[in-house]
Structure formats: C-alpha cells, structure tokens
C-alpha cells in the first residue's frame, strides 16, 4: 500500500519552460530604466516550492525535518534558510520550502523519508507560484502602497514572513535582508501583480534585474 | 485688476511671486502663500455664489475647513474637473481656474434669486418633500432642474490624468491637528521615541499660532513653530503630514487621512508624482487636536457678502495682509473677538463700534480695545444687517437675552464689515464618528468629546482648553500620557512662556433677538450652505420634528459637505429654546466621515482601470490570445469563451468548435478548475463526509464523479476526485468555488472532525489543465505520449502517469462533453510547450481549441449541470436526478444527508431538472425564462419553473434546453410555456435532460 | 476597520485578512439522523444576536488559514480575547474596565 503518490513533475532543463511572468519578457528590460532606482525587482524562476504540513508539536516530525532538510522547523511568522533552501511557517501545521529548481522531488522523497509513519502532507506546488524579489531604498514604500500589513523594520525585522492581503489579492511577504524583500505570488495572479509593482513604484525608479 | 483689499505689509504670503488665476472667467492676480479665498478678498471678489435653496448672493465667512459658501468648481480642463473644493483650503498656484457652483446662469445675475427673494414663503423647510414626492414620476424631472439651479459641482467628464494612491501607516501615537497643543502633542510623543504621525489640513503647520497676536517666549508664535517642526524632522520615528485632513476616525484606531500632495502646486500633478494619497493609519494612540470652530451670531441679513467670523478677519489680516473690507462693526459675546479689533486698528483701519451682548465686559483684550478709543456698546447686538450684494449698514440694538427681546430702537452703523463671534465650540467631528455622544459643557458654551471605546486623548481647544498658555500644556501632556500608554518613555519638556491674559465669560447667545420676531424678521442664517434659518427651525419643532435627528433631516441643518460646522451648535441652541429644553436635552446629531469631501480619485487611489481588478490567466493565456480567442470572465480568471474565425460570431463558432468536437477533437484550457491535494489516512473518510456519494471503495488509478451539498442537502459544488494513493486524493471543484471548497473542508476539518488525519492544500496553480475531447483525442494523444492509451489499459474514469510532449504528466480520463476526452495536467510552467506540440500535431485531426460557450453547449447536451446555473442553492440531488450519485446507506451521517430528509426535500412536486425542446426548434428559450403550464390563465401566472440553460444545438439540430420543473421528472412529454417580457410566448415538450448518447456508447470507447 | 489578534500568528492583524463565520460553538449534532425537525432547524438557523458580548467564529483567510473564536462586544465593537478551536472562552461577561455601552455608538 502506498500513502501517497510522490511523482517527479519537472522535466529536465532542456524542455521548454515559461515562468509566470513569461509574456512580460523581463529579460528585454534588464538594465533599462532610471540610475539610482528606488526600486529593483528580480524574478527568482523555476524555483522548487513545497508544501509541508504535519504536527508541529510532534518532536518525530520537528526532527524528521531537520534531518531531511538541516533547517529547523520555524516558529510562527519565521523564515529560515541556509544557502539556497528556505523554510517559511505559514500556519500552525504549515510550512513553505523553497527550494534550487529541480531538487523539489529529491527533497520530497528525503521528508517522506524522515517522516515515514506520520501524519503529513507534502505538496509540489513549483509550478503554481513564484518568488519575486525586490530590493532598494524604496521598496518599504511600495510595499506600505500594497499591504496595510505593518512593514516598519520593527514589526517586520529580517526573517519574518507573512502572509497578508496585498492590494486586492492575497501573497506572502518575506524580509530577507535589510533592503530585500520577496514575495511569494500565486502563478494566475503574476500579471496582476506585475501591473501592481510598476505602477506602484513608477514614483521612485523601477529596474529589473538579472 | 489689482488687489484692492490687499494691505501694504504683513501676512505669511511671497510679495516677489505674483500669482494669476481666474474666478467666474474674471482674471485676478494673488501671492504665494494665499489661499483662494485670501486672494478672492484681496482683489474684492464679494460674491462666491449664490445659496442653495433661496439663490441669495454669498460671500466668503470663514477662513478654514468651516466654510460654508465658498465651496468653488477647480479645475482648468474638462479632465481637471474637482467640485466641493473650499476656497478657504485651496492654495493659490499659477493658472488656477475657479468657478461658482450656484447660481446659474451667473452669480451676479441669478435666475433663482427672484424666486429666492419671496423664497421664504414658497420654499418653507419640507418644501421638497411637500411639493415635488407627487407625482412620484416627476421627481426625475424636478431633480434635475434643482440640481442644476441648487448647483452641487459637477464631476469631469474626462478622464483624470493624475495619479492617486493609498499608504498604510502604522504608528503609536497619531495627532491630530498641528496648532498649539498639536504641536506640543506631537514633540512629546516624538521624543518619547514613539512613531508619530502629525497630520494637519492646513497649508502649513501651527494652527491659530500663524495668527496669534501672543507671544511665546516673547518671540513670534510663528518663531516657535518653526523650531518645534525642525526639532520634529529631526526625529526618525515622526513622520509630518501637511495638507492631510483627518477625515474618518474608524474601528480600533484605524483612521484616514486625505492628503494633498499636488494640489497646491498646479492644475495637474508634476509629471511622476501622486497628487493625492489616502493615508490608511492604525494607530496604537490617537491625540485629537483639533481645535475649535469660532461661531458665528444668528442675525437678520447675517449671509449677506460682508459678514465674516471675526477670527477669520484676523486671519486675513494677520495671515494673509487682507482687509477683507473698510470699516469694521464686531458684535461678540465673548472677550476673545476683541483681537479682531485690534488687528483692524494695526492694519490702520477704522472700527465703527464693537456691539457686546455683555453688561459689563472688563476683560483684559476688552480694556485694550477701550483704550484704543474704540466705541463699545455694550448689552448689544448687531440684530440685523443691510446690503444685498455687500453689506453697507448693520443695525446694532439693546438686546436682554433672558426675554430675547429687542429692548432699544438701536441706531444703524454706516459699514462694510460685520465681524461675529458667538463664541467656540470644539470640534469633535472626529471624536464623534463612532459614537460617544459628546458631552455639554455650559462653562465653555460648547460639546466635548465623550467617553469612548477608543484609546484616544483630547487636548487643547477639543477638549475646552482654550487659553494659548493651558493648550500648550494639556497639549503636551496628552502627548506624554498616549507615548506612555503606549509603551514608550516619556521624556521631560519645557513649555514656552505665554504671557496668560484673563478672559471673562462668554455669554450664551446664539440667536440674536430682532424687534419683528424669528418668523417675520430678515432671514437669520443658521446653515448657510443648506440656507437654513432660525425661522425653519422653529417651524419644524412647531411641526413636531421635536427629536434633534429629525429636525435635521427636516430642515437639513449640517447636511452634506458642511457637517454642522458652523451651523450644529446654534441650530440646537435654536431647537431647544423653541422646545422649551437645554441644548443638552436636545443633544447633537451624529457625525459622520467624511469630515470634509474626498475626491474620488483618492478614494479610488490605485484601484482603477487595468488595476480595478486583480486579474487571474492561466498558463496558456498567451496562445489563445494569439488565436484569437474571445473571453469570458469567470470569477476573475479569463477563460477563453469562444475563437472564433474570421467573420464568424458567436453562434457560429459554437456551431463549429461543438461540430469538431463531436465530429474529431477539440482543446479546451481547464486549467481554472479548482484542485485540491488531499492526503492522510482519513482522507477517505473526510470525502464520505463531504461528498453525497461514498469513496470507501474507489481503488488507486480511478477517479469518481462527486456532489457536495450544504447542511441543508442543497447542492453547492461538484467535481471528479481522483485516488492518487490509498491516502492521497486530488479533488477538482467548479472555477467559481474553488476558494470556497477548499474552505468548507478546512472548517470541518478543523472545528467538527479535527479527529481525522487529514490535509488539503490547494494546487490549482500549479497545475495546467489541457483537455482533449472527441473521437480522435486518443489517436491525437497517441502522438504525444508513451501511456498506453488502449481501452483496457486506460479506462473510462481512471487516470495514468508518463509523459506528454515530453512532459511529466497525469492524465484522467474522464468526460465533460460526452465525447472520449482525456485531461492532460502538466505542471504549468511547462504547458506551453505541451500545449504547442499537441496543437502540432492536431492538424493532422482539425483539432480546434474551443472556449467556455461550447463547453457549455456540450454538456448541456448530456445533461451534465453546472452548479451555480442549473443550481441555485434550492436544489436537492434528487432535484436533479442524480439520486445515483447519493450514498443513501454511508454510516456517517454526511452533509446534507439530514438536509436532504426533510419532509419538504421529499415531495414530488418539487422542482426538478429536466430537459425542454421548444416545438419551434429554431427558437431558443431565454435562460432565466419562468414557465407555467396553462398560458391563457390570468396574472399573476402560477410559475411552476424556469429555463436554467438553454441553447442553439448543431449536433441536434434544434435548439434545447435544461430547466427545473415542478414535478418535472413524472411529466414527460407534457407542454410547458414560457411567456416572455415581450408578450410572447414560447411553447416547449418536457423531455429527459440527456439528449446526445444517452447510453454513453461515445464516451465509452 | 477592525484590528484581531490571530491566537495563531500570535499578533494584531487587519481585519481585511479575516472573514467572520458567525457564532461559534455550535457543533454539529452527532447523530443528525436523531434530530427532530426542529432540533435540525435550531441548529442550522437559529443563532443568538445579542446586544453586547458574542462569541464568534472567524478565519484568518489571508494569513495562515486556521479557524478561531473572538469574543466581541457586538456595540462598542472591542475584542475582548481570541481563542483557539476547542477551548473555551475567558471572558463571558463585559469585563470591569470595559467602555460603558451607552458610550458607544448610537445610529
């Protein structure tokens, strides 16, 4: 009897693949734009996005975490990462990974390793999301322009992540760095939130980035 | 024309920077630094409008937010269009076009105004209620010329070219107001290290400190504002929002402020920049500061041009070096107006007289006046004032204001200015706008705030604080204690030394008596921008509008953009002395957000045009957008609803996507189907609870076809759920519910049955959904894929893996057309590329893309529902005829089960779902049509039913329908008819709701 | 707008996160198929619409997606507390300190 169907979807790099923001053709805008931009946005594509949900509490499924992945499990509104892999708390029984393009199923197969007789879901959900990066002086502007979410570094200091309402959709939030931020948007709503960005930011100098 | 009334030196305005903009089409000249109004009265601009109800000439009264007449069309373009702007809080900026919104066809030369001149009797309060609710129909009519004549300001008619957006704040400590105990407020707070907000409405900060006479620190108000700002910049958690009005106090400390960011510097925005922003506050604290408003005397003649507030003569004066008039008569019942006479002296002016309703004023500014050789009559009022286009004359009398009797002839004062003060009331507009009655207090003849839920502190003029020396400190104070209360450390503070001046008390006095009485003497104003008088007042307490609520909405009083400002207080003071009670007996009204108007495009801020809605595409957007799809919004997703060809519309597309697929194989994007991972070992379980049909025994590889009913056993939602793995499940559900399945199973999962073991977690992102359905969908997939496509290997209502076009795949094999399909998902990123490669291949099969409106066409064929059309949440599955998909001996009692049991869910005459064929099968029965079974019998008809979905058939032949029916399922065969809007009516056979291979054979190949 | 501390996420968040699911605790009969009609009609549509303290079932939508109780003064509009699934209520009177109603709102 098998638990669960674990499948590899990606196919390999060769075959022809289009990010959720593939029609905006970013690439045309790679060092165009205002010096000095208030804002630069990156499009981190083709990442490995996992769902991971289990028990919290149990400490077979904290440290059957850790031995899959190296990372503790983190706390409420936490993100941890350790190189290319990041580990996001999105609710009580609910962790996003976020992981190099392609080491999503190897990653599943080592959780449901670890995990092996515990109640969990793990989900490949690579190819409904995608991970935009913002960075620069400004990006707290746009970000207060979209989110009534308090953004101050205060309430919002590095490594925390929330998921909240963001103009009139809903997307997840992380502070990675000083000046660097992402957001995790859900695949059908890139273009809306692409729109959203470059009119957002049109006031402080929008670049896009390589 | 030159600035007449523009005095030589003094005021806070650039000399060097001439300013022109045009009024009514006239051209003036002005100074940075002025406000519209400021300018106005510097050129002796005397007439602003006409009055809404009587078209009597208005002139400007006041000098900030309280203004009631000079409420002014800007705008220099039909795109720049802005209504409601208050002269009074418009900067002056090169170019400005401004224009009258009453008085039509001219201020000078009004139509109405001969109406309005025996007004007072025509139009008593009521009067559009009386005259114009009958009949009803001409209401439209009416409206129309009233709003045109009353002139509201129109909105553009052109887009706007400017950007506006919304920015959420947070902070510790908002403050309200940036005069004396703002500004205090706000640097004990920002000490304190909190994050403050300072929003103030003005131009500039610092409040009545522009044009105190007092000194602080000996030095110029002006002197201390500046520094307390620079110290406040200087601050990095505080945060200085000029030209921001305050305008809605919400739940929880939420709060917004509109901002000017533009609009004080031209016609448009500078290129780039925002012209307005909403500020959305959360604040920990709030500090209101927002002052008061002076009152003004209710006297006969009082609108006429030429009759201002006396503190807005000073600010014209001392802010603005405006004498907006020669000669100055003050009637006032407090001690404070006096500096208006003081600062008419300084300008070297005349003053006719002060008029003080008062015995015996002996207060400090009083004595100041008397030492300057003023004339002071005291026990007096201005009662009346002459002048129609400007005031030449006032009427000052002997008052006893216990009788409120005229007790002298009075003489008339030869002038061109009257200058009122009946003293200050706080505004609470802010403080009111969740509730909390505000609470009188007789010693400052005025309301303050009440208790309230809200974590809020009031200080200085709100709060009755009104000497300059006690709003500094209360002021600082309440800035301390809300930085306190909220966590931070306060720090101390010196406060600058205010040279305190005793005042005596005011009088009350809110009406003035006249010697003909509240009803026959000259119109006293209490609501100039809703021209309600004292004597409409009293008629509608005489008319039983007793409760102050009622009288408002009778009259109007504070009505609009106005809010009461100048008018709530001496309308209640006016009620209750009619009424025989205390103005707190009588109580105020509520305030309401906004406390001044909002331009829509603040309001709307980003949220318009591309941005209005967020907008959802699937993975293959692009490709139908290149073959020319039309589409079709479902929910916010775009689904291609038809492509057609050249010159083909709508139906013939349908007729030729539905004739490809039943003849070869079409395409159809599902990908918004929503899908729902499922996993855990009571993931059975969870599914015999939620579906209406059992899943204990659906083996891996199967899929099965699914209802899901509310409590109430009504149908809300359907899809096919597919077994992944003995624990592992994809459910699909409709596009529309989606968002709301996955919903319903989590509030089961985590409030009833948190027991069972049991995850869901949408992936209908992640999934792209190629459907192929027709004859030639397995020859066509064929080409593509290394599944083994045979029937036995891959039934009807299984799914497999491999890969397609190279792509890791799941394919189901199952049908919504009827026809052999097979549902193709492919993580999204990659299904461009299957997509494209299969398309390739299917030109060897015409393999046609086909949208929403065929997919509707073929289904309905086979009598396949949509939920939410052929459903509306009162139908049953029984209903519907898909007792089959009903698990009636399932152990657990699931949703809808009990529902469905119910005596009523048991009849057989309930409605339910069958098919019709209109015997004119070129006819195609509305969707939404109501049938009954006799047409001849009288209205109302005994409706047994309706068309739920109905269309033209290229595979028929004929046109069809699904409907639900009365008993439908036992009458077959029989007529029904649906008679249309237009008269006519449409005959049609009850008949089974399958009519293209009832026996499956097609699908089962 | 109203402010809610998610008992989850452990802070203050905006209500535009949250969607209200009307009263709380009110289970599910356990054996539906006993319930008379009445007893089934009480349940599915008869709920409390007190003036004053409410328990409420609300979701933290935009957030992490889990269902808690709020105990809300349905006139003043205060929180009083939020608490997770299956436990109980603190507060079930208006506690002493909380604002009097008849300063609340009046329409």
């Given at each position: 009897?098998?638990?669960?169907?674990?499948?590899?979807?990606?196919?390999?790099?060769?075959?022809?693949?289009?990010?959720?923001?593939?029609?905006?053709?970013?690439?045309?805008?790679?060092?165009?734009?205002?010096?000095?931009?208030?804002?630069?946005?990156?499009?981190?594509?083709?990442?490995?996005?996992?769902?991971?949900?289990?028990?919290?509490?149990?400490?077979?499924?904290?440290?059957?975490?850790?031995?899959?992945?190296?990372?503790?499990?983190?706390?409420?509104?936490?993100?941890?990462?350790?190189?290319?892999?990041?580990?996001?708390?999105?609710?009580?029984?609910?962790?996003?990974?976020?992981?190099?393009?392609?080491?999503?199923?190897?990653?599943?197969?080592?959780?449901?390793?670890?995990?092996?007789?515990?109640?969990?879901?793990?989900?490949?959900?690579?190819?409904?999301?995608?991970?935009?990066?913002?960075?620069?002086?400004?990006?707290?502007?746009?970000?207060?322009?979209?989110?009534?979410?308090?953004?101050?570094?205060?309430?919002?200091?590095?490594?925390?992540?929330?998921?909240?309402?963001?103009?009139?959709?809903?997307?997840?939030?992380?502070?990675?760095?000083?000046?660097?931020?992402?957001?995790?948007?859900?695949?059908?709503?890139?273009?809306?939130?692409?729109?959203?960005?470059?009119?957002?930011?049109?006031?402080?100098?929008?670049?896009?980035?390589? | 024309?030159?600035?007449?009334?523009?005095?030589?030196?003094?005021?806070?305005?650039?000399?060097?920077?001439?300013?022109?903009?045009?009024?009514?089409?006239?051209?003036?000249?002005?100074?940075?630094?002025?406000?519209?109004?400021?300018?106005?009265?510097?050129?002796?601009?005397?007439?602003?409008?006409?009055?809404?109800?009587?078209?009597?000439?208005?002139?400007?009264?006041?000098?900030?937010?309280?203004?009631?007449?000079?409420?002014?069309?800007?705008?220099?373009?039909?795109?720049?269009?802005?209504?409601?702007?208050?002269?009074?809080?418009?900067?002056?900026?090169?170019?400005?076009?401004?224009?009258?919104?009453?008085?039509?066809?001219?201020?000078?030369?009004?139509?109405?105004?001969?109406?309005?001149?025996?007004?007072?009797?025509?139009?008593?309060?009521?009067?559009?209620?009386?005259?114009?609710?009958?009949?009803?129909?001409?209401?439209?009519?009416?409206?129309?010329y009233i709003r045109k004549a009353a002139g509201l300001g129109r909105s553009p008619l052109e887009n706007d070219p400017d950007t506006y957006d919304y920015m959420n704040q947070h902070c510790d400590v908002?403050?309200?107001?940036?005069?004396?105990?703002?500004?205090?407020?706000?640097?004990?707070?920002?000490?304190?290290?909190?994050?403050?907000?300072?929003?103030?409405?003005?131009?500039?900060?610092?409040?009545?400190?522009?044009?105190?006479?007092?000194?602080?620190?000996?030095?110029?108000?002006?002197?201390?504002?500046?520094?307390?700002?620079?110290?406040?910049?200087?601050?990095?958690?505080?945060?200085?929002?000029?030209?921001?009005?305050?305008?809605?106090?919400?739940?929880?400390?939420?709060?917004?402020?509109?901002?000017?960011?533009?609009?004080?510097?031209?016609?448009?925005?500078?290129?780039?920049?925002?012209?307005?922003?909403?500020?959305?506050?959360?604040?920990?604290?709030?500090?209101?500061?927002?002052?008061?408003?002076?009152?003004?005397?209710?006297?006969?003649?009082?609108?006429?041009?030429?009759?201002?507030?006396?503190?807005?003569?000073?600010?014209?004066?001392?802010?603005?070096?405006?004498?907006?008039?020669?000669?100055?008569?003050?009637?006032?019942?407090?001690?404070?107006?006096?500096?208006?006479?003081?600062?008419?002296?300084?300008?070297?002016?005349?003053?006719?007289?002060?008029?003080?309703?008062?015995?015996?004023?002996?207060?400090?500014?009083?004595?100041?006046?008397?030492?300057?050789?003023?004339?002071?009559?005291?026990?007096?009022?201005?009662?009346?004032?002459?002048?129609?286009?400007?005031?030449?004359?006032?009427?000052?009398?002997?008052?006893?204001?216990?009788?409120?009797?005229?007790?002298?002839?009075?003489?008339?004062?030869?002038?061109?200015?009257?200058?009122?003060?009946?003293?200050?009331?706080?505004?609470?507009?802010?403080?009111?706008?969740?509730?909390?009655?505000?609470?009188?207090?007789?010693?400052?003849?005025?309301?303050?705030?009440?208790?309230?839920?809200?974590?809020?502190?009031?200080?200085?003029?709100?709060?009755?604080?009104?000497?300059?020396?006690?709003?500094?400190?209360?002021?600082?104070?309440?800035?301390?204690?809300?930085?306190?209360?909220?966590?931070?450390?306060?720090?101390?503070?010196?406060?600058?030394?205010?040279?305190?001046?005793?005042?005596?008390?005011?009088?009350?006095?809110?009406?003035?008596?006249?010697?003909?009485?509240?009803?026959?003497?000259?119109?006293?104003?209490?609501?100039?921008?809703?021209?309600?008088?004292?004597?409409?007042?009293?008629?509608?307490?005489?008319?039983?509008?007793?409760?102050?609520?009622?009288?408002?909405?009778?009259?109007?009083?504070?009505?609009?953009?106005?809010?009461?400002?100048?008018?709530?207080?001496?309308?209640?003071?006016?009620?209750?002395?009619?009424?025989?009670?205390?103005?707190?007996?009588?109580?105020?009204?509520?305030?309401?957000?906004?406390?001044?108007?909002?331009?829509?495009?603040?309001?709307?801020?980003?949220?318009?045009?591309?941005?209005?809605?967020?907008?959802?595409?699937?993975?293959?957007?692009?490709?139908?957008?290149?073959?020319?799809?039309?589409?079709?919004?479902?929910?916010?997703?775009?689904?291609?609803?038809?492509?057609?060809?050249?010159?083909?519309?709508?139906?013939?597309?349908?007729?030729?996507?539905?004739?490809?697929?039943?003849?070869?194989?079409?395409?159809?994007?599902?990908?918004?189907?929503?899908?729902?991972?499922?996993?855990?070992?009571?993931?059975?379980?969870?599914?015999?609870?939620?579906?209406?049909?059992?899943?204990?025994?659906?083996?891996?590889?199967?899929?099965?076809?699914?209802?899901?009913?509310?409590?109430?056993?009504?149908?809300?939602?359907?899809?096919?759920?597919?077994?992944?793995?003995?624990?592992?499940?994809?459910?699909?559900?409709?596009?529309?519910?989606?968002?709301?399945?996955?919903?319903?199973?989590?509030?089961?999962?985590?409030?009833?049955?948190?027991?069972?073991?049991?995850?869901?977690?949408?992936?209908?992102?992640?999934?792209?959904?190629?459907?192929?359905?027709?004859?030639?969908?397995?020859?066509?997939?064929?080409?593509?894929?290394?599944?083994?496509?045979?029937?036995?290997?891959?039934?009807?209502?299984?799914?497999?893996?491999?890969?397609?076009?190279?792509?890791?795949?799941?394919?189901?094999?199952?049908?919504?057309?009827?026809?052999?399909?097979?549902?193709?998902?492919?993580?999204?990123?990659?299904?461009?590329?299957?997509?494209?490669?299969?398309?390739?291949?299917?030109?060897?099969?015409?393999?046609?893309?086909?949208?929403?409106?065929?997919?509707?066409?073929?289904?309905?064929?086979?009598?396949?529902?949509?939920v939410g059309q052929d459903t509306d949440g009162s139908v049953t599955p029984d209903d519907l005829n898909m007792g089959w998909a009903v698990g009636r001996n399932k152990p657990f009692s699931w949703i809808?089960?009990?529902?469905?049991?119910?005596?009523?869910?048991?009849?057989?005459?309930?409605?339910?779902?069958?098919?019709?064929?209109?015997?004119?099968?070129?006819?195609?029965?509305?969707?939404?049509?109501?049938?009954?079974?006799?047409?001849?019998?009288?209205?109302?008809?005994?409706?047994?039913?309706?068309?739920?979905?109905?269309?033209?058939?290229?595979?028929?032949?004929?046109?069809?329908?699904?409907?639900?029916?009365?008993?439908?399922?036992?009458?077959?065969?029989?007529?029904?008819?649906?008679?249309?809007?237009?008269?006519?009516?449409?005959?049609?056979?009850?008949?089974?709701?399958?009519?293209?291979?009832?026996?499956?054979?097609?699908?089962?190949? | 707008?109203?402010?809610?501390?998610?008992?989850?996420?452990?802070?203050?968040?905006?209500?535009?996160?949250?969607?209200?699911?009307?009263?709380?605790?009110?289970p599910r009969p356990l054996d539906p198929a006993a319930c008379t009609d009445e007893q089934w009609g009480t349940y599915m549509f008869f709920r409390d619409n007190p003036r004053g303290i409410h328990h409420?079932?609300?979701?933290?939508?935009?957030?992490?997606?889990?269902?808690?109780?709020?105990?809300?003064?349905?006139?003043?509009?205060?929180?009083?507390?939020?608490?997770?699934?299956?436990?109980?209520?603190?507060?079930?009177?208006?506690?002493?300190?909380?604002?009097?109603?008849?300063?609340?709102?009046?329409?």
């Amino acid at each position: 009897m098998t638990t669960a169907n674990v499948y590899q979807q990606r196919p390999g790099d060769d075959v022809k693949a289009e990010t959720p923001l593939h029609h905006a053709n970013l690439p045309s805008l790679f060092g165009k734009g205002r010096n000095n931009p208030g804002v630069t946005l990156r499009e981190r594509k083709l990442l490995g996005h996992l769902t991971l949900r289990g028990e919290a509490h149990d400490s077979a499924f904290s440290g059957g975490v850790h031995k899959a992945l190296g990372l503790e499990l983190p706390v409420a509104l936490g993100v941890v990462s350790q190189g290319e892999l990041s580990l996001q708390w999105m609710g009580p029984d609910e962790w996003l990974l976020i992981c190099p393009r392609g080491q999503e199923f190897a990653l599943e197969q080592q959780l449901r390793e670890a995990l092996a007789g515990l109640h969990i879901q793990v989900v490949n959900v690579s190819g409904g999301q995608t991970l935009l990066e913002l960075s620069g002086p400004s990006v707290r502007q746009v970000l207060m322009k979209s989110t009534s979410y308090d953004v101050h570094p205060d309430n919002f200091p590095v490594g925390k992540a929330v998921s909240t309402v963001f103009a009139k959709s809903q997307l997840i939030i992380r502070h990675m760095a000083e000046d660097t931020w992402e957001l995790v948007i859900r695949r059908s709503f890139a273009d809306y939130w692409w729109l959203w960005l470059q009119d957002a930011s049109a006031e402080y100098g929008l670049a896009i980035a390589e | 024309m030159s600035q007449v009334n523009r005095l030589p030196n003094g005021g806070r305005i650039d000399r060097s920077k001439t300013l022109s903009f045009t009024f009514n089409g006239q051209h003036y000249t002005g100074y940075e630094g002025d406000t519209l109004a400021s300018a106005l009265l510097a050129n002796g601009v005397d007439i602003i409008g006409r009055s809404f109800k009587y078209s009597r000439p208005r002139g400007i009264i006041a000098a900030g937010a309280e203004e009631p007449n000079a409420v002014l069309q800007i705008g220099a373009s039909e795109a720049t269009q802005i209504p409601n702007v208050r002269a009074t809080q418009q900067a002056l900026y090169p170019g400005l076009v401004a224009t009258s919104t009453n008085g039509w066809p001219n201020v000078n030369s009004d139509m109405m105004g001969i109406l309005g001149k025996v007004g007072g009797k025509l139009m008593p309060p009521g009067f559009y209620y009386k005259t114009f609710m009958y009949p009803k129909a001409f209401w439209m009519t009416y409206e129309k010329y009233i709003r045109k004549a009353a002139g509201l300001g129109r909105s553009p008619l052109e887009n706007d070219p400017d950007t506006y957006d919304y920015m959420n704040q947070h902070c510790d400590v908002l403050v309200v107001g940036a005069g004396p105990a703002g500004l205090a407020a706000a640097l004990a707070a920002g000490r304190s290290g909190a994050r403050v907000i300072l929003a103030d409405e003005q131009e500039e900060f610092g409040g009545s400190l522009l044009d105190t006479r007092e000194t602080l620190d000996g030095q110029p108000a002006a002197d201390w504002v500046a520094k307390v700002i620079a110290e406040l910049q200087g601050l990095p958690g505080v945060t200085l929002l000029p030209r921001a009005t305050v305008n809605g106090y919400h739940d929880h400390n939420f709060l917004t402020i509109h901002q000017r960011l533009a609009d004080h510097l031209g016609d448009r925005a500078p290129i780039g920049t925002v012209r307005q922003r909403v500020h959305r506050v959360r604040a920990g604290r709030v500090v209101l500061a927002t002052g008061t408003h002076e009152r003004p005397l209710v006297y006969g003649n009082n609108d006429v041009p030429g009759n201002l507030l006396a503190g807005a003569v000073s600010v014209y004066v001392r802010r603005y070096g405006v004498a907006p008039g020669k000669k100055l008569v003050l009637s006032t019942n407090n001690d404070h107006a006096y500096r208006v006479v003081l600062d008419w002296l300084d300008a070297g002016l005349p003053v006719v007289a002060v008029a003080d309703a008062r015995g015996n004023p002996r207060g400090a500014l009083v004595e100041a006046a008397r030492a300057r050789g003023v004339r002071i009559l005291t026990g007096s009022a201005v009662i009346e004032a002459r002048g129609t286009k400007r005031v030449t004359a006032a009427r000052v009398a002997a008052i006893d204001t216990q009788s409120m009797k005229v007790t002298s002839n009075g003489e008339w004062l030869d002038c061109d200015l009257v200058a009122s003060s009946g003293g200050y009331s706080p505004v609470v507009h802010l403080a009111s706008h969740l509730g909390g009655k505000p609470v009188w207090r007789e010693d400052i003849l005025g309301f303050v705030p009440g208790d309230a839920p809200q974590k809020r502190v009031c200080v200085g003029g709100i709060n009755g604080v009104f000497g300059l020396a006690d709003a500094l400190a209360d002021g600082f104070e309440g800035g301390a204690r809300a930085a306190a209360e909220a966590g931070f450390k306060v720090v101390e503070g010196v406060l600058p030394q205010v040279l305190a001046k005793p005042e005596e008390p005011t009088l009350a006095l809110f009406l003035v008596p006249h010697d003909k009485g509240t009803a026959r003497a000259p119109k006293q104003f209490v609501d100039q921008q809703n021209d309600v008088t004292a004597a409409a007042i009293e008629l509608a307490t005489r008319e039983g509008f007793e409760s102050v609520e009622h009288v408002k909405r009778y009259t109007a009083l504070g009505f609009g953009t106005d809010q009461g400002k100048l008018g709530n207080i001496n309308g209640l003071a006016i009620a209750a002395r009619s009424r025989g009670i205390t103005i707190p007996e009588m109580g105020t009204t509520m305030f309401r957000p906004n406390y001044t108007p909002v331009t829509f495009g603040a309001v709307a801020g980003r949220h318009c045009g591309h941005l209005f809605e967020p907008v959802r595409l699937t993975a293959l957007h692009a490709w139908h957008v290149k073959h020319g799809a039309t589409f079709e919004d479902v929910g916010q997703w775009k689904r291609p609803w038809y492509f057609p060809k050249r010159g083909e519309d709508l139906h013939a597309a349908v007729a030729r996507e539905c004739k490809a697929v039943r003849d070869s194989v079409g395409l159809l994007d599902a990908s918004t189907l929503g899908k729902i991972d499922i996993q855990g070992p009571d993931a059975r379980e969870f599914l015999n609870r939620v579906y209406t049909n059992a899943w204990s025994k659906l083996d891996v590889g199967k899929a099965r076809y699914g209802l899901m009913c509310k409590e109430d056993g009504m149908v809300f939602d359907d899809g096919v759920t597919a077994c992944l793995a003995d624990n592992h499940f994809l459910m699909t559900t409709t596009t529309g519910g989606a968002a709301r399945v996955l919903q319903w199973l989590e509030i089961y999962q985590q409030t009833e049955w948190p027991e069972l073991k049991v995850y869901f977690t949408s992936v209908t992102d992640h999934w792209a959904t190629l459907t192929l359905s027709g004859p030639n969908s397995r020859k066509l997939l064929a080409e593509v894929t290394d599944i083994d496509l045979g029937k036995d290997a891959f039934p009807f209502m299984t799914w497999k893996e491999g890969l397609v076009a190279g792509v890791p795949a799941r394919v189901f094999r199952i049908s919504f057309t009827g026809e052999l399909s097979y549902e193709v998902n492919v993580q999204a990123d990659y299904a461009m590329g299957v997509l494209e490669k299969i398309a390739e291949a299917g030109k060897a099969y015409n393999l046609t893309p086909y949208g929403t409106e065929t997919m509707h066409v073929l289904r309905a064929e086979k009598g396949f529902i949509i939920v939410g059309q052929d459903t509306d949440g009162s139908v049953t599955p029984d209903d519907l005829n898909m007792g089959w998909a009903v698990g009636r001996n399932k152990p657990f009692s699931w949703i809808g089960w009990r529902g469905m049991n119910r005596e009523d869910c048991l009849r057989e005459d309930r409605k339910q779902l069958v098919g019709l064929k209109p015997v004119d099968p070129n006819t195609v029965l509305p969707e939404g049509a109501q049938l009954v079974f006799d047409p001849k019998q009288p209205i109302p008809m005994d409706m047994v039913g309706h068309v739920t979905s109905s269309y033209m058939s290229a595979t028929l032949g004929r046109s069809f329908a699904l409907a639900v029916v009365k008993g439908g399922l036992k009458r077959m065969g029989e007529k029904v008819w649906a008679p249309l809007v237009d008269g006519g009516v449409i005959e049609a056979e009850i008949c089974a709701s399958v009519f293209v291979d009832p026996k499956n054979e097609r699908q089962n190949v | 707008m109203l402010q809610i501390f998610c008992p989850h996420c452990a802070e203050l968040r905006s209500e535009e996160e949250f969607h209200a699911s009307g009263q709380a605790h009110i289970p599910r009969p356990l054996d539906p198929a006993a319930c008379t009609d009445e007893q089934w009609g009480t349940y599915m549509f008869f709920r409390d619409n007190p003036r004053g303290i409410h328990h409420e079932l609300w979701i933290h939508a935009a957030g992490c997606r889990q269902y808690f109780n709020a105990t809300r003064d349905t006139v003043t509009y205060e929180i009083f507390e939020t608490y997770k699934i299956g436990e109980k209520p603190q507060v079930t009177a208006k506690p002493a300190g909380a604002v009097p109603e008849a300063a609340a709102r009046e329409e």
